[in-house]
């Protein structure tokens, strides 16, 4: 159970930033002992590819929090977050998923599985995420794009040390992801209604 929470904590945060929950499973890996990661995920701890990881998270980091730019970016990252949750939350169950030699023993042998989890559940939040910010940019003249975006990379954060440090909090995280879904659900609703009303006449 505490795995499944584990998988999932890092999936959801992938679809906040791709490069987070990655960054965190590496870094811990590698220069302390919270975490091991099983054999076949082993390779997010070397140093090569977390430099990489942090260069493209410095990047998003950067893009997310311009104006117009988030939402280029957002488009880019429909096909980036859901590979990362995909990844985050394999390696977070401990799956021994290996290289993908034979693609029919693969399917087979169900080893897909945590990474076809961890890709719909990041794929949702990124959707969701995707949806919210051209509402917030709208509403706030651009100006709430930064703040939006710091708010989804600390949450990201957060979810991603809670799903390996305590993996029970990811339910609270998962409650709250989905009041903010039905807010925006409720949003875009009351912006629909308000775009069908018809202009006030003026008397006279």
Do not use: C, Y
Not at 40 to 59: S, T, Y
Not at 89 to 115: K, N
Not at 128 to 144: D, F, H, L, W, Y
């Amino acid at each position: 159970m505490l795995e499944l929470l584990t998988g999932t904590g890092l999936a959801l945060a992938a679809g906040l930033n791709a490069w987070i929950p990655l960054v965190v499973l590496g870094a811990l890996d590698r220069f302390t002992g919270l975490i091991e990661l099983p054999a076949a995920w082993a390779w997010l701890a070397n140093e090569w590819v977390l430099l990489i990881l942090v260069v493209l998270l410095v990047f998003e980091f950067v893009a997310d929090k311009v104006p117009g730019l988030d939402s280029i970016n957002d488009v880019v990252q429909t096909f980036v977050r859901p590979t990362a949750g995909g990844i985050a939350f394999g390696s977070g169950v401990g799956a021994t998923t290996v290289a993908v030699t034979d693609p029919e023993a693969f399917f087979a042998s169900q080893q897909w599985v945590p990474i076809a989890i961890g890709i719909v559940l990041a794929l949702g939040v990124h959707l969701a995420k995707a949806a919210a910010r051209p509402i917030v940019n709208a509403s706030t003249a651009g100006v709430g794009a930064p703040v939006a975006s710091a708010a989804e990379d600390a949450g990201s954060f957060t979810l991603a040390f809670a799903a390996i440090l305590a993996p029970v909090l990811v339910l609270l995280g998962i409650v709250v992801m989905a009041a903010l879904v039905v807010w925006l659900v409720r949003r875009r609703r009351l912006r629909r209604e308000r775009a069908a009303q018809p202009p006030p006449t003026v008397a006279g």
